[in-house]
């Protein structure tokens, strides 16, 4: 039988550290594995305590983010029990046993997939979080094509089938948990998200999160995936001119700038956004290039239109052009090509 391990990353923590194992204890039979980031001395008696009430605590001598202590509890399970699911859980009282419970029995159900309990953020909540929040939902969703309620939770649940991808996900940080969203759909995984109660002790004071450098860290992965597209958009509009200078057949320009562009396009999506693991001359490839061509069709007609037809400028043709194309090609790439993973809601 699948049993499952509750993981908590922990940095300066206080009693409520302890008000959650002793939930979990009473309530269920899991095993409860804790990652100490780097705790100051004072914070030794919490985690002895968690020892006592017969918690695994693993330690790192030095603070080195989230993201590392979560990587470190996930070695540690798939090295001693690789078979068990996993949910993890913040250690500031954020989450209520009963949700816990509701991610994992999800996670029981639900195989090959990241179980998020996402928060309603009703009532009163912290603004900075609240604002954190909602600027996140709104990124992801517009470069993702997937809308979220809530992708910085630190209630999530895995099935067993996924600690290998687990531990190489990039990211030390808060971004960690981000990546995982981003990076999913490639390693061929589902997101499944379920409601819980939104709770904030103290009014979050507790909250390690740096809102400048953390948000940083949060948010470029989301702008490196849509910078793709820009840079590349850069550098067809730059070769369009280039070749049409040297040649002056305008079909010509258009199909030699899109084939540099799309090359390059496709590539930093491949490796640099979504980290797909997939030979280059893969499926992705194949479907990615049938969209250049659709484009590259729409593209020319286009222009033609606009220079022939309207009487405009090159110049300002292919500006109309390309913000046509960008809404249609970006949609197409996140929902065939690149598309993240399918998104269900309880």
Request: hydrophobic share 45%.
């Amino acid at each position: 039988m699948i049993q499952l391990i509750i993981v908590i990353p922990a940095y300066q923590p206080n009693e409520r550290l302890l008000q959650l194992v002793e939930l979990i204890h009473q309530n269920s039979f899991y095993k409860i594995v804790i990652v100490d980031d780097g705790s100051s001395k004072s914070c030794r008696n919490i985690f002895e305590r968690a020892q006592q009430k017969g918690c695994t605590v693993l330690a790192h001598a030095i603070n080195k983010g989230k993201g590392a202590a979560l990587k470190t509890a996930f070695s540690y399970i798939l090295t001693n029990y690789p078979l068990e699911n996993i949910v993890c859980a913040d250690c500031d009282g954020q989450h209520s046993w009963q949700d816990i419970q509701k991610v994992a029995k999800a996670v029981s159900t639900h195989q090959q997939t990241i179980v998020l309990g996402c928060r309603e953020f009703v009532g009163t909540i912290p603004l900075k979080s609240l604002i954190g929040n909602k600027m996140t939902k709104a990124i992801f969703s517009v470069v993702s094509g997937h809308q979220l309620e809530d992708t910085q939770t630190g209630l999530r649940g895995f099935s067993n089938t996924l600690l290998k991808w687990l531990v190489q996900v990039k990211g030390d940080h808060y971004e960690y948990e981000m990546n995982q969203l981003l990076e999913a759909k490639s390693a061929g995984f589902e997101i499944y998200s379920v409601p819980i109660k939104t709770i904030y002790e103290n009014n979050n004071n507790d909250s390690h999160f740096r809102p400048i450098l953390d948000s940083i860290r949060i948010y470029l992965p989301l702008l490196k995936f849509a910078l793709s597209s820009f840079s590349c958009g850069i550098i067809d509009f730059v070769m369009l001119f280039v070749l049409n200078w040297f040649t002056s057949n305008l079909l010509f320009s258009v199909i030699g700038a899109r084939i540099i562009s799309s090359l390059c396009n496709y590539i930093f999506n491949k490796y640099l956004v979504f980290h797909e693991r997939r030979p280059v001359l893969s499926k992705s490839m194949l479907n990615y290039y049938v969209l250049v061509v659709l484009i590259l069709c729409i593209n020319y007609l286009l222009l033609k239109a606009f220079t022939s037809g309207v009487h405009l400028s090159l110049f300002i043709s292919k500006i109309l052009t390309e913000i046509i194309l960008f809404s249609i090609s970006f949609y197409i790439q996140k929902k065939v090509i690149f598309k993240n993973p399918a998104v269900f809601h309880d």
